[in-house]
């Protein structure tokens, strides 16, 4: 089945019983052996979140019912990636890439084969893993919204 013209990026997160300390996951590809979040695309019929959710399951083993919580940050990415694009009727140049958190607090994750290991790091610690800017935007987002940091004080203040 074809995949469908959009990507997700899923930040599973944990926050100590203080609320002081917030931790995100990150995960090594096997295939590229760089580190990323969760990621992946819709299938069928799927909307975005529905498509996090299952990326979510299948790459981590966390349940679907977790909390999500929708990011604002969209990016787009260029289609020369994607193996599928052939299928898809628009002919895009780019398709966008939605970002979710979910929490990650009660479950153990256990990584799928795409991945060779994963690691619990603090906010600035994942930035400097983090490749893409687009994936350090929704990281910063992610990290103020978890903090309660007002949107027009967000600038000011250093997450």
Same mark, same amino acid.
Not at 14 to 38: G, H, N, P
Not at 44 to 53: M, N, R
């Given at each position: !089945?074809?995949?469908? @013209?959009? %990507?997700?990026?899923?930040? @599973? ?7 002081? /300390? &917030? ?5 090594? /590809? ?10 992946? =695309?819709?299938?069928?019929?799927? +909307? @975005?979140? %529905?498509?996090?959710?299952?990326? *979510?399951?299948? #790459?981590? =083993?966390?349940? !679907? ?9 969209? +990016?787009? &990415? @260029? &289609? ?8 898809? %009727?628009?002919?895009?140049?780019? &398709?966008?890439?939605?970002?979710? =958190? ?11 084969? #795409?991945? *060779? ?9 994942? !930035? %400097? ?7 350090? *935007?929704?990281?910063?987002? $992610?990290?103020?919204? $978890? ?13």
């Amino acid at each position: !089945m074809p995949r469908l @013209p959009f %990507q997700v990026l899923v930040f @599973p997160y944990r926050v100590s019983s203080t609320k002081e /300390r &917030i931790e995100y996951a990150l995960f090594k /590809r096997k295939d590229l052996s760089f580190w990323q979040w969760i990621a992946g =695309g819709g299938e069928e019929h799927e +909307t @975005p979140l %529905q498509a996090a959710k299952r990326e *979510t399951l299948e #790459e981590s =083993g966390i349940p !679907m019912e977790s909390d999500f919580i929708k990011l604002d940050s969209v +990016t787009s &990415i @260029p &289609i020369t990636g994607f193996k599928d694009k052939h299928f898809w %009727q628009e002919n895009p140049y780019v &398709i966008p890439e939605y970002s979710f =958190g979910v929490n990650a607090e009660k479950n153990k994750i256990k990584i799928s084969k #795409e991945h *060779t290991e994963y690691k619990w790091l603090r906010y600035f610690k994942a !930035m %400097q893993y983090v490749k893409w800017d687009s994936n350090k *935007t929704a990281l910063w987002e $992610l990290n103020c919204r $978890l903090k309660k940091i007002n949107p027009k004080e967000a600038l000011e203040v250093q997450a």
